[in-house]
T-cell receptor, first 111, second 116 residues
């Protein structure tokens, strides 16, 4: 039972353009939603999060949008840079603290 | 060190052998998590320690998997009688006590386990 889904395994974007990564979830009990970025041979690093009581959170070039009625969240990166090329995981958390991860989306930003 | 460390970084073992993986969390972090990532898949929760509370073992795939944590420090994940399907990158993360605003978990670099 995949509670968090990232349906696009890969995304390719031109430098300077917007990258939009999508994530869907099935469990309405999730309290927090997070995005992690992962480079090869490294552990994931936290990028940005959003509480279930909000619908938008912005941090520099990164913005996360939450649509609770659709059980959908997205990460926008504007403008995209080649250094953003990595695997992006969305994750969701309930009160227990453990994270439920999606399968990941590989983003490639072309110069 | 400042971050989460894991050892070994790579482990190759034969089917049927036992392996032990180690995680050193960030000092002061009371919560510790183990995840694994099999090839081409997302991270899969295994087990969660929070202070002196009973660990949440709901993600352990079988009774061949166990983990221990001494106080708020080192944790070891043990896999007995390893199988080829256990091959994965095993990731450890730590965080401040649950209730921190973002529940931010800091990950180690992982241990890549290969079972031949």
């Amino acid at each position: 039972d995949q509670q968090v889904k990232q349906n696009s395994p890969s995304l390719s974007v031109q430098e300077g353009r917007i990258s939009i990564l999508n994530c869907d979830y099935t469990n309405s009990m999730f309290d927090y939603f997070l995005w992690y970025k992962k480079y090869p041979a490294e552990g994931p690093t936290f990028l940005i999060s959003i509480s279930s009581i909000k619908d938008k959170n912005e941090d520099g070039r990164f913005t996360v949008f939450l649509n609770k009625s659709a059980k959908h969240l997205s990460l926008h990166i504007v403008p995209s840079q080649p250094g953003d090329s990595a695997v992006y995981f969305c994750a969701a958390s309930k009160l227990s603290g453990k994270l439920i991860f999606g399968q990941g989306t590989t983003l490639q930003v072309k110069p | 060190g400042a971050g989460v460390s894991q050892s070994p970084s790579n482990k190759v073992t034969e089917k049927g052998k036992d392996v032990e993986l180690r995680c050193d969390p960030i000092s002061g972090h009371t919560a510790l998590y183990w995840y694994r990532q099999r090839l081409g898949q997302g991270l899969e929760f295994l087990i969660y320690f929070q202070g002196n509370s009973a660990p949440d073992k709901s993600g352990l795939p079988s009774d061949r998997f166990s983990a221990e944590r001494t106080g708020e420090s080192v944790s070891t994940l043990t896999i007995q009688r390893t199988q080829q399907e256990d091959s994965a990158v095993y990731l450890c993360a730590s965080s401040l006590a649950w209730g921190a605003t973002y529940n931010e978990q800091f990950f180690g670099p992982g241990t890549r386990l290969t079972v031949l």
